[in-house]
């Protein structure tokens, strides 16, 4: 079983709706927990992050963290066209080393 | 303010043929990556360095060599290439202090091996 599991897609939604990613992992040394996004034939970029359990928000995006589940998700609010994308959740026990990745959830906002 | 450069953006090799990808940051991080991405199997790490003069194996090793040069740049070779290594190859920095969170990706090397 891998540390971390996403859910592959592919997720299809109509502009406007909100969107509901997750991920569930194993290693309760977790405490860094981050979500990047993906646009197609490009490389990975930070959306946001978190630390411990709790939520963050920023725009239209927040990030969710419950650390007794070992579950993490975004929601992404009024989705647009533009988030079209492949979002792939990470986590470290530490802040920026040793990020342990999901495999990506493949995310198309029609419009 | 480039981040993380990578060349060459696309390859195509023969199999047993042997190749360099090309990897340099500009942030002044610590810690260099490589990953490489295939579809249903996400990001794999090749190797790492957690700073100038180390490397370490990650989850795919076999069949890759690397080469810390200097603090900005980590380069992949491919001694033999195999059609097994077909895949999108990421370089990837993080370091920077108190505070710093995450990767720092390159745009992506496109590698066929035929």
């Known amino acids: 079983q891998k540390e971390v599991e996403q859910d592959p897609g592919p997720l299809s939604v109509p502009e406007g709706a909100i969107v509901s990613l997750n991920c569930t992992y194993s290693?309760?040394?977790?405490?860094?927990f981050m979500w990047y996004r993906q646009y197609s034939r490009k490389g990975p970029e930070l959306l946001m992050y978190?630390?411990?359990?709790g939520n963050k928000e920023d725009g239209r995006f927040t990030a969710q963290v419950d650390k007794s589940s070992k579950y993490i998700s975004l929601f992404i609010r009024d989705s647009q066209p533009s988030d079209s994308a492949t979002y792939l959740c990470?986590?470290?026990?530490?802040?920026?080393?040793?990020?342990?990745f999901g495999t990506g959830t493949r995310l198309t906002i029609i419009p | 303010n480039a981040g993380v450069t990578q060349t060459p953006k696309f390859q195509v090799l023969k199999t047993g043929q042997s190749m360099t990808l090309q990897c340099a940051q500009d942030?002044?991080?610590?810690?260099m990556y490589w990953y490489r991405q295939d579809p249903g199997m996400g990001l794999r790490l090749i190797y790492y360095?957690?700073?100038?003069?180390?490397?370490d194996k990650g989850e795919v090793p076999n069949g890759y060599n690397v080469s810390r040069l200097n603090k900005r740049e980590f380069s992949l070779r491919l001694e033999s290439a195999a059609p097994s290594q077909t895949s999108v190859y990421f370089c990837?920095?993080?370091?920077?202090?108190?505070?710093?969170?995450?990767?720092?990706f390159g745009s992506g090397t496109r590698l066929t091996v035929v």
């Open positions: 990837a920095s993080s370091g920077g202090g108190q505070g710093a969170f995450g990767y720092t």
């Open positions: 290693n309760s040394a977790f405490q860094y």
């Open positions: 978190t630390y411990s359990s």
């Open positions: 990470a986590m470290s026990p530490f802040g920026n080393e040793k990020l342990t």
């Open positions: 942030m002044n991080h610590n810690s």
């Open positions: 360095s957690a700073s100038e003069g180390t490397t």
